[in-house]
Each structure stands twice: as C-alpha cells, then as structure tokens.
C-alpha cells in the first residue's frame, strides 16, 4: 500500500529518522510491520529482533526513506536511552482505543520526546486497535472496518473516544489518526501525513544539501576498505 | 502478550550497571539465545562513562558524596557575550577517551555492524603548551602565565617541514630521525634495549642528541598519564609507535577518533540497544540490594522490590553496592578531572590536518610537568582534550574541554584551572562558563567473585587512550557465559532491514 513509485525520473530522496513509542502491546511494532510489509500477525509475541526497519514513503516532489526504529523493549521499564532520541525527524506515539491507561501513558511518551528530541521533531499520536471499535463511534473513515466487522465482540470495545484524544492532539499540535494494523486501516495515511508534515529544511540526507554535507564531513568512515559502505558515501551526488 | 514477569523467568543472565564492558558484553550476547536481564541502578545509560546535560551532571555531583567533586556556573553577566546554552544541548563525557585507529575496538564495532549507529569524528592535532619560564606567581599565590605558547606536535614528515620557527633546520633533521626509528622501532631493539627502564627522555637525548624542547614533543605523543621521568623508553616507544601507526588508516591525517554525542557513552547505549534488539530485557534505576547463592543459582533482590533468578551474574565492584556513589577511596588515590565548557569554537585548535581530511572534531593539548614555576615537589602534567561542537557535546561557538592531571586534589583542580586558563591565554582568552571538578578513580582490576559471579573493573582505567585489553576482559566472560571457545566474538551478520547497502533496492 506505500509501495515506491517506480519509472519517471528520480525525485529527491532523504532520510528520515522516525521512532516507535507507547506502552507495551499496543501495537506499534503491527503498525510497521503493516507500513512496511503490508502484514499482520495475531498475537505477535514483544519484539525481538527487529531493530530498525526501512520503507519509501513517495510524495508528489520528493521521496522520504523512513528509518523507523523500534523501541526493542527499552520502554518497557522506561529505559530509552539518549541514543533512542537523536536526531530523530518524526516519532509515532501510538495508543490502543480500547485501553484508556495507554492514552496516558502516550502523553507521557509525548513530554519525553519535548524533553529529549530535537525541537522541530514531528510527532503523530495514533489511536491504534481500531478494528475492535464499532464504526459509530469514529466518525472518521471507519466505513471499511465496519465491512470487516467479523471479530467475535458484539460490543464496542473502544474506551478512548476519538474526540478526547484529538483535543488532546490538536492543543499539542500532533498530527492525530485512529488506526487498524490489523485491518491497514489508516496505516499509510500516517506515514504519509509525516512525510508531509516534515519541513524542507530538517531533511538531512537530501542530496546537495550543503548542511547534510557540512555534517558528513567531520565523519569517519570506520569500515573503509571493509565493505561497500565506502562507495555510498562517495556517490552522495 | 505481556511478556512474563522478572521474578516467574529463569535468567540465563543478570547483567548489572552499563558501563563500556558490561554494554559490550551486551552486544556480545545479542545473539545468543540466553535470557538476559540488564539492570542499572543508575537513572542513565554508561555508570562511569555516562555522558551528561549540565542538569545530569549537577544531579551526579551531588550525589558524589564525601568527593570533591563541584560545580561552578560562570556565566558572565554581560548581555552580548557568549552565555550557557539550555542543558540539553550539552551532552559532557565523564570519561573521555581517544580511541586509535588501530585499536581492536573499531574492529568490534565493524563486524558486530554495532558501528552503524555510531558516528565516529577524528581528532585533529596535538600541541604541546610551553610555558615561558620568567613567569611569577601573582599574588593571590597562584602561577601567572602570560607568556605562555602553543606548539604543534609534528608526526610526519610534511609537519616537520612545514612546521614554524620552533623548530630548527637541524633540529628537524633529528626529529624525522626519530620519528623514522619509532615507526621501526620493534626492529630495532639493539638500539634502546639498554634502555627499557630508564626515562625515554634520558634516551633521546643520549641517542638522537635531541635538545629538551624537541624530547617535550616526543614526551607529549606517548599521551602518558604520568610524569616525564616515570615514563620508561619500553613504556613510550610502543605508545608513540601506535600514535604514527594509525594515522591514514581511515582516512587521511588522523590517528584517532572519538564517537559523537558523549564518547564512550554512546557505545555503551548501542551495546545495550543491541542487547534489547535481541531480546535482553532492560531496567534503569534498579540496583540490587542482596545476593544469595543457593546451589547453582543466585537470587538477587533489586531494589525495585522484585525477587529474581539468575544462573550468573555479571557485575562490576560499584554496580554491585547499594551505594549510588563512586567507591570510598583514599582521595590520594584518585586523580583530578575537570570539564570547562568555553564560549568560543577555538578555531586555532582546529586546522584541517591535511587534504582531504575530515574536520577535525577535537584536539589534545599536552601540558609536560614542571610548567609552572611555583610547581614545587612533585610536578604533574595535564592532559587536555578539547571537543568542538562537531561532536555534539555543546552549542556552536563553544567547545568543551576535557581536562585531568595525576595530581590529586587539592593540588590537581588548582593545576587543572591553571592550564585551562593558560591555554585559553594563548587563543584570545574567551571565558569558560561553566566548570566541574571531579576526583576519578582508575578502575582496578577486581579479584574473582566465585561461582556464578563475573566482575568486570568499574570503569576505565587513568588513560585517556581506550585500552584494548577492555575487550579481552569482556570476551572472557562472555566465552564463560556461553560455553563456546571457538565462537567468532563480536562477528555478527546485518540484522534484516539494517544493511545500508539496500539503499538503492526498491521495496
């Protein structure tokens, strides 16, 4: 569903850092792996092993390669540390609908990051699990899940509703969704509003930055000669 | 889905505290299928290698108890001078340390692909501080120096011929002699063999008829934390002969680097994010308040009140005590450190070292025993190494500068104070606005704790080189930890997705 356009002539493309975080099991981990493999696993088991994932993100003048980390865990017992933070563009602060504590514990995760990130970092705060809610009660979008609506809980599960948590959003100035992992409701547009929503100026990566040069130079490669790391950063062009 | 408790899981491993050997040893273990439980007592990542905002740092002092370590905020008043940026902008390494290109460390972070998410910058040049000899101490007692000036250290043969007036034509003749010898100089033992035990500096002068003022230069590069007549010929030769052996190895001009953001520090974070990628889990602020060993397992209590299992424990001498301070030590013991964040980017520290080499993010200024004047008996060199914001630790048009002497307190902060401000005399004096003095305790080398329980030294040791023999210590336990001798240690393949190579590969 956010597969990289291919043909016509190559757009700018830059890299951006966008981290993972909310309380454990609420799905951040789903909403990457539907973002980036367009999968979904029932009853995934807590991360292990997946550290950093990338995907394309095409918009109309310019392509995003997101570098999206995952928490590996480290939030668990809230020991991100620094390194988790840097020079992160956007982070992703997901919630699941159907638990009100994750919602707090989201802004939480919120406050940290306007503690540890750098200043321009945009934040989206996203609703997750919205397959479990009934339509009614999401007034946006939410048409398609209602199609899909064969899980074996008549009743509404959700407990957050939509406009708490926009107000929320809106008076931090978060991009807000609800989304589906499960169903990919949602999913993409997140990525995309992100992608959007990062300014020009913050790209670090885009080729023929004279900033994103500035920053390469005091680099170090430390395995020149080793493998082929050397020639990528020689053809930065 | 919430992954079991600590208490109801059998670890196959509980690591305590997250300095450089415990992290590493974390990234070690990442892909073995063991449970790892890795705790901290402390609030942050790297015990004595943490990197620090100013707000940390004064949180860390004060919980020095008994030291002397201290603070002093030195803003100026002025309004359009250089002032203290906000506290997260700065990022203070409380072990700061020079890793050569040739150290096994670079190594390890290749091929374990940690490197990745390391940005690694390289040290620039190395000056030696001269102090002019008439000056008198002022009245208040301590040494004023006005006079004072820099000289960069040659290590090549285009800085000995380019080098300024210091040094004389037949000089530089001597010196690219010596500099030759050194680069061999493992071929050539006949030459110093008689003298290994005696001071280097008693064989240059004998050997190579070196004037003093060109063995200070020679002295400077052997980077020893300790005094000029201590420091052996056997002791010096392979440590300069290191220094010469590593420039060009990753680029041109440099023999060393440092990691961005906070140096060892942030190796510490990627080991434990490694650890956690594989499965490890983490917790900061959990010390652990009792051991007990029954049969082939240990029970630990931690201090966030859970009660857990562990075949081994892997541990240092300070994570092990409740205490959240630094060992009580003979303060005679210790030696002094002091950070000086300073409203200027110091541009003359930091010439490009040669074409085509990468901006130097730091220097070393070398301060030889005995510069000052009122130095009475028992002279100390101090060794400053000075961070522009290249590296992340500071605002732009500030550096930081790292300083620390053998001399223990209270002579060593005095000393440190001096020599920050005498270098700061020779580059337009620009204020320093903010300091901290801290003791640092080398790390000893613990004694074995007994069944199930492994001990790493609780920190670096006085050198301000990173030591090589850090990794040896760590693959031993980590050989004890998972049985296998003939294991490749820290030779791990690219995690999916974090080869950066796929880079043109369409998803």
């Given amino acids: ?237 | 889905m919430q992954a079991e408790s600590l208490n109801d899981t059998d670890w196959d491993i509980v690591i305590a505290g997250t300095g450089l050997y415990q992290s590493l040893l974390a990234l070690a273990l990442s892909r073995s299928d063991k449970k790892v439980l890795h705790l901290d007592k402390n609030s942050y990542y790297g015990e004595a290698e943490a990197a620090f905002s100013l707000q940390e740092a004064e949180e860390w002092v004060k919980e020095q108890n008994n030291s002397s370590a201290s603070i002093e905020n030195l803003s100026p008043s002025e309004e359009d001078g250089p002032k203290l940026s906000f506290p997260r902008a700065y990022s203070l390494a409380l072990a700061p340390q020079l890793i050569y290109t040739s150290s096994k460390l670079i190594e390890c972070l290749v091929t374990s692909k940690a490197f990745r998410q390391l940005e690694f910058q390289a040290m620039g040049s190395w000056w030696l501080y001269s102090a002019s000899k008439d000056s008198e101490p002022d009245s208040s007692g301590t040494p004023a120096e006005a006079s004072g000036n820099l000289v960069r250290i040659p290590t090549n043969r285009e800085d000995v011929a380019f080098s300024d007036s210091t040094i004389d034509l037949r000089s530089k003749r001597s010196v690219m002699k010596v500099l030759r010898f050194i680069m061999d100089y493992d071929n050539q033992e006949e030459l110093w063999e008689g003298y290994k035990e005696r001071p280097f500096a008693e064989f240059l002068t004998n050997h190579f008829k070196l004037p003093p003022t060109l063995v200070d230069l020679f002295l400077a590069l052997t980077f020893s934390p300790t005094c000029s007549s201590q420091t052996t010929t056997a002791f010096a030769l392979p440590r300069i002969s290191r220094h010469l052996r590593s420039i060009g190895r990753l680029g041109p001009g440099f023999s060393s680097v440092i990691p961005k953001w906070g140096g060892l520090a942030e190796v510490s974070q990627v080991g434990c994010r490694a650890g956690a990628v594989g499965g490890a889990v983490y917790m900061l602020g959990s010390g652990i308040s009792k051991t007990e060993s029954i049969d082939d397992s240990t029970t630990l209590h931690l201090t966030s009140g859970d009660i857990v299992r562990t075949k081994h424990l892997v541990a240092n001498p300070v994570s092990l005590s409740s205490n959240s301070s630094q060992p009580s030590q003979n303060s005679s013991e210790g030696t002094s450190r002091s950070i000086s964040i300073v409203g200027s980017s110091l541009p003359a520290l930091f010439p490009q070292l040669t074409e085509g080499a990468p901006i130097p993010a730091g220097a070393v200024v070398i301060r030889p025993a005995g510069s000052f004047p009122s130095e009475t008996s028992d002279p100390a060199p101090v060794q400053l190494i000075i961070h522009s914001s290249e590296t992340g630790e500071c605002p732009k048009n500030q550096c930081i500068i790292y300083a620390s002497t053998p001399a223990s307190a209270p002579a060593g902060p005095s000393l440190l104070d001096a020599a920050v401000n005498a270098l700061l005399a020779c580059i337009d004096n620009p204020p320093v606005l903010w300091r901290m003095h801290y003791p640092f305790v080398p790390a000893r080398i613990p004694s074995d704790a007994g069944d199930g329980v492994h001990l790493f030294p609780a920190g670096m040791s006085a050198d301000l080189v990173f030591d090589d023999t850090i990794l040896d210590r760590v693959e031993t336990i980590w050989r004890a930890l998972v049985g296998d001798t003939n294991a490749a240690f820290l030779v791990f393949e690219d995690r999916e997705g974090q080869a950066e190579d796929e880079e043109d590969e369409y998803l």
């Fill in chain 1, 1 to 237: 569903m956010a597969d990289a356009s291919q043909g016509s002539a190559p757009k700018p493309s830059s890299s951006v850092k966008l981290v993972l975080l909310g309380e454990a099991a609420v799905g951040k981990s789903s909403l990457v792996m539907r973002f980036v493999n367009n999968d979904f696993q029932e009853n995934k088991e807590p991360t292990i092993g997946a550290a950093f994932l990338t995907q394309k993100c095409p918009l109309p003048t310019r392509t995003i390669k997101f570098e999206i980390w995952d928490t590996a865990g480290q939030e668990r017992f809230a020991s991100l540390a620094p390194m988790y933070y840097r020079n992160a563009s956007a982070a992703l602060v997901v919630y699941d609908i159907t638990k009100p504590s994750s919602l707090t514990k989201a802004q939480h995760w919120v406050a940290e990051l306007q503690r540890q990130a750098s200043p321009g970092i945009v934040i989206a705060l996203v609703g997750n699990k919205l397959d479990l809610a009934t339509p009614s009660t999401s007034p946006e979008g939410a048409d398609e899940a209602a199609e899909d609506e064969n899980d074996d809980d008549e009743a509404d599960a959700r407990k957050v509703p939509t406009k708490t948590a926009k107000a929320y959003a809106d008076e931090d100035g978060l991009l807000f969704f609800e989304t589906s992992a499960k169903t990919g409701e949602n999913v993409a547009e997140v990525f995309t509003a992100i992608a959007n929503a990062i300014p020009e100026t913050q790209l670090k990566g885009t080729r023929g930055s004279a900033a994103a040069r500035a920053q390469e130079e005091s680099r170090v490669n430390l395995s020149a000669g080793r493998d082929t790391m050397g020639a990528k950063e020689g053809c930065a062009c």
